[in-house]
């Protein structure tokens, strides 16, 4: 099989190329513009590989595309995407997102074998309609989106990704369509919850840590989890056309609970305050139906486990 994965840099674009190259017979294209600064081990041993190609492309620009048109997946990944450079860049945002994504479809319209054009959405467009109480919890993928009407900045992300949704659905090609939760693992950037409470937690000169968004419920799914759906449901026939959550199946926990599990990991004993401080926006609660998903692995989720390993790898990190 000839894959190509969009932001093929990102964390979960190296992890399932990773996956894909198991296979020496795959042949894996990775393209990214790298405006984020790449520091990843595994990015850097996974393009020695020799079935996978690295191509340093700016996807708003289509003379940029390679003249390849023979690939049987197509995973699209690339965004802008983090809480901060959202909120500060919305406009942008929403532009660069829906511009790229009409470009790669365009791109994936021109090839001669594709069976699949498999795009990441977010989590995200579930949050007004729950803010809302329009939509049962754990969220099934079948809900009416609602959009904010108070042009939040934060809203430039899940609205690029609806739109995507939508041309997607609109564009005749074969598809799924993923809306991934809370993905984590062992270097998955440092703009994330996971990795800002272990620094945090970690800092000899604090004794007392202020927990945000500390009520605030989540599910959090690890990443050979997340790969090992993504793998099979794309490479299903049945799933053509249809939308997936990705994430994990266990109940969801505060942040201030999540705190206290990074604290006894880190062996720190830490006196965590919840914060009634409410930062960015963020949605207060986030939970998958994962019941469709589930039909295609028997893989149980192990997040004690998962957590555990990435809250070490962070840990030597730091303190590196």
Known sequence: MKYLITGGAGFIGVNLAQKLSENKKNKIYLMDN????????????LIKNKNIIFLKKDLSNK??????????????????????TVIDNPFITLKENIKTSINLIDFSKKQKKLK????TSTSEVYAYTL???LARYPTPENID??????????????LSKIVVEYLINYSRLNFVIFRPHNIFGPDMGFSHVIPQLTKKILNKKRKNILVNN?????????????????????????????????????KDISILQLAKKISKILRLKKKLLPSKKLKDNSPKKRRPDMNKSLNYIKTKHNFE??????????KKYYQN
Do not use: Q
């Open 63 to 84: 003379a940029s595309y390679p003249n390849i048109f023979n690939f049987d997946y197509i995973f699209h990944f690339a965004a802008i995407l983090g809480v901060k």
């Open 214 to 250: 500390s009520n605030h419920k989540r599910t959090f799914c690890y990443i050979d989890f997340a790969i090992d759906l993504i793998v099979k449901i794309s490479h299903d026939k049945k799933s053509t056309k249809k939308i997936y959550n990705i994430g994990s199946p266990d």
């Open 116 to 119: 699949k054009l498999c795009f």
């Open 145 to 158: 989106f609602i959009i904010s009407k108070d042009f939040n900045p934060r809203s430039a992300y899940l």
């Open 305 to 314: 486990e998962g957590l555990k390993e990435t809250v070490l790898w962070y």
């Open 131 to 133: 803010e809302n109480k």
């Open 34 to 45: 790298l405006s984020k600064d790449i520091n990843n081990k595994k990015f850097s041993e």
